[in-house]
């Protein structure tokens, strides 16, 4: 099949990148989380991808199965649960280790399963796998951006795939016999030139697409281990494992010399571009705050999505009874006003919200989730929260990651605002539902602010 998106002689593994996400985002092609740029994509699509992992005469054989944590193999991770086979995740970014065992609940239902292969079971279910540990791993399931017929795989430019690969090698987890697979969707293969893959780079044996299952007969070995030259010490002091790692590979009297250039630094060396920056807004002083609150009494105050929440601030209780936050798509030069958010946007209500629980809490939880919205009004006093999704298709993704969320012992109810569901039915863009206000007074006391916030209608 001729690819969709064609490559340029000369285009560099970034170059290739930006096609495949520009594409994915101009025919709309991937679920939440959104836009995909910087991410694996979660195209549309993928769990049916997934299905076919079934389908390899290795999968039946193998007793243990590595799967990274993208959200597109949450489908993968499944079918390995429902096979009752060992499931290993790698810890996301590899912060405080290479893996996590799932350990699903004696006799899981099929939803619990759901739940251990999201995220969220990545972090409940699941316990840590040292160096040391004996592990055999026959099937490998990573995601990428790009990938072709001939095996050639382009991640999102931070090696962590390859990087695990190659502590796998050093510990004896997978070997010349370990088959690597690749989920993707249809239009992110593309031809890769040869030149652009590395020693360091993982190559793949099959690719698994909504519609296809292509078996690649690379001609490239795979990783050997981890390469040294091309770690620093900057690396090594983010992944602590790497460090342990390392310490071990000396003992052994492999030559561990690190290099120059940090690893991570491929895509900025790539674009030339600085990293982006979340813009904070000046903090008004507190007689300014006063006079805000006198003369606009229904305005809430508004924070960045994971930025600074103010919480020294005096008064901050009463402050986040009606809090509207931003979400990611809101960003830097992106930030949108509070009447131009998309014309079919499509808010979540999340009820039974704890007392005491905390709009960090909550937005910790969102995140993990992979749910984070567009806009965030909390009205903790009245235990709900209303999340701004960029369509129906984004708040239903939404719905499904955020099914069985427990926060501080409580179960949390999350639905399509009722205001919507009927809207929802019709194919007709749906209004923002009013939360409850209290009546506005003449001179309301300054501890007030933020109480009777109106969500914005389009």
Same mark, same amino acid.
């Given at each position: #099949?001729?690819?969709?998106? %064609?490559?340029?002689?000369?285009?560099?593994?970034?170059?290739?990148?930006?096609?495949?996400?520009?594409?994915? $985002?101009?025919?709309?092609?991937?679920?939440?989380?959104?836009?995909? &740029? !910087?991410?694996?994509?979660?195209?549309?699509?993928?769990?049916?991808?997934?299905?076919?992992?079934?389908?390899?005469?290795?999968?039946?054989?193998?007793?243990?199965?590595?799967?990274?944590?993208?959200?597109?193999?949450?489908?993968?991770?499944?079918?390995?649960?429902?096979?009752?086979?060992?499931?290993?995740?790698?810890?996301?970014?590899?912060?405080?280790?290479?893996?996590?065992?799932?350990?699903?609940?004696?006799?899981?239902?099929?939803?619990?399963?759901?739940?251990?292969?999201?995220?969220?079971?990545?972090?409940?279910?699941?316990?840590? =796998?040292?160096?040391?540990?004996? =592990?055999?791993?026959? /099937?490998?399931?990573?995601?990428?951006?790009?990938?072709?017929?001939?095996?050639?795989?382009?991640?999102?430019?931070?090696?962590?795939?390859?990087?695990?690969?190659?502590?796998?090698?050093? #510990?004896?987890? =997978?070997?010349?016999?370990?088959?690597?697979?690749?989920?993707?969707?249809?239009?992110?293969?593309?031809?890769?030139?040869?030149?652009?893959?590395?020693? &360091?780079?993982?190559?793949?044996?099959?690719?698994?697409?909504?519609?296809?299952?292509?078996?690649?007969?690379?001609?490239?070995?795979?990783?050997?281990?981890?390469?040294?030259?091309?770690?620093?010490?900057?690396?090594? $002091?983010?992944?602590?494992?790497?460090?342990?790692?390392?310490?071990?590979?000396?003992?052994?009297?492999?030559?561990?010399?690190?290099? +120059?250039?940090?690893?991570?630094?491929?895509?900025?060396?790539?674009?030339?571009?600085?990293?982006?920056?979340?813009?904070?807004?000046?903090?008004?002083?507190?007689?300014?705050?006063?006079?805000?609150?006198?003369? &606009?009494?229904?305005?809430?105050?508004?924070?960045?999505?994971?930025?600074?929440?103010?919480?020294?601030?005096?008064?901050?209780?009463?402050?986040?009874? !009606?809090?509207?936050? %931003?979400?990611?798509?809101?960003?830097?030069?992106?930030?949108?006003?509070?009447? %131009?958010?998309? /014309?079919?946007?499509?808010?979540?209500?999340?009820?039974?919200?704890? +007392?005491?629980?905390?709009?960090?809490?909550?937005?910790?939880?969102?995140?993990?989730?992979?749910?984070?919205?567009?806009?965030?009004?909390?009205?903790?006093?009245?235990?709900?929260?209303?999340?701004?999704?960029?369509?129906?298709?984004?708040?239903?993704?939404?719905?499904?990651?955020?099914?069985?969320?427990?926060?501080?012992?409580?179960?949390?109810?999350?639905?399509?605002?009722?205001?919507?569901?009927?809207? @929802?039915?019709?194919?007709?863009?749906?209004?923002?539902?009013?939360?409850?206000?209290?009546? @506005?007074?003449?001179?309301?006391?300054?501890?007030?602010?933020?109480?009777?916030?109106?969500?914005?209608?389009?």
């Amino acid at each position: #099949m001729e690819p969709v998106i %064609k490559v340029s002689p000369g285009a560099s593994k970034w170059d290739i990148r930006q096609k495949v996400w520009d594409y994915i $985002e101009e025919k709309n092609l991937a679920n939440f989380p959104r836009p995909v &740029h !910087n991410r694996i994509p979660n195209f549309k699509g993928a769990f049916t991808a997934c299905a076919r992992v079934s389908e390899l005469q290795v999968f039946t054989q193998t007793a243990e199965v590595k799967v990274d944590p993208d959200k597109p193999l949450e489908g993968a991770r499944l079918s390995v649960l429902q096979a009752q086979k060992t499931l290993l995740v790698p810890t996301p970014r590899l912060r405080t280790g290479l893996f996590n065992k799932i350990t699903p609940p004696q006799g899981a239902s099929k939803e619990q399963l759901r739940i251990c292969a999201s995220s969220q079971g990545v972090k409940e279910f699941s316990v840590p =796998v040292g160096l040391d540990a004996k =592990v055999k791993i026959d /099937l490998v399931v990573v995601g990428s951006v790009a990938v072709s017929e001939k095996g050639f795989r382009i991640g999102k430019g931070e090696g962590y795939a390859d990087m695990e690969y190659g502590m796998m090698v050093s #510990m004896g987890a =997978v070997d010349e016999s370990t088959v690597v697979v690749t989920v993707v969707h249809d239009c992110q293969i593309v031809d890769i030139p040869e030149e652009l893959i590395e020693s &360091h780079d993982l190559t793949v044996d099959y690719i698994l697409t909504p519609t296809r299952l292509i078996k690649t007969n690379c001609p490239l070995p795979k990783p050997q281990g981890i390469i040294w030259t091309k770690l620093d010490t900057e690396k090594l $002091e983010k992944i602590p494992v790497l460090k342990k790692l390392r310490a071990l590979e000396e003992q052994a009297g492999t030559d561990v010399t690190l290099g +120059a250039v940090p690893a991570a630094a491929e895509a900025d060396l790539q674009t030339g571009q600085p990293k982006r920056q979340t813009r904070r807004r000046p903090r008004p002083n507190k007689q300014q705050g006063a006079e805000t609150a006198r003369l &606009h009494p229904a305005q809430g105050r508004k924070e960045s999505w994971g930025g600074s929440e103010g919480e020294t601030e005096s008064g901050k209780a009463k402050s986040r009874e !009606n809090t509207e936050v %931003k979400g990611p798509e809101e960003r830097g030069s992106e930030v949108m006003s509070q009447r %131009k958010l998309p /014309l079919n946007v499509t808010t979540v209500y999340l009820g039974g919200i704890p +007392a005491g629980l905390r709009v960090s809490e909550l937005k910790t939880a969102l995140r993990e989730r992979e749910a984070a919205p567009l806009r965030l009004t909390w009205q903790g006093a009245q235990h709900r929260a209303f999340l701004d999704y960029s369509d129906p298709q984004a708040a239903e993704q939404a719905l499904e990651s955020l099914q069985g969320l427990s926060l501080n012992g409580h179960s949390l109810q999350a639905e399509l605002a009722k205001s919507q569901r009927g809207s @929802k039915r019709s194919g007709q863009p749906s209004r923002r539902p009013r939360p409850s206000t209290v009546p @506005k007074s003449k001179t309301p006391p300054s501890g007030t602010k933020g109480e009777a916030t109106e969500m914005a209608e389009q």
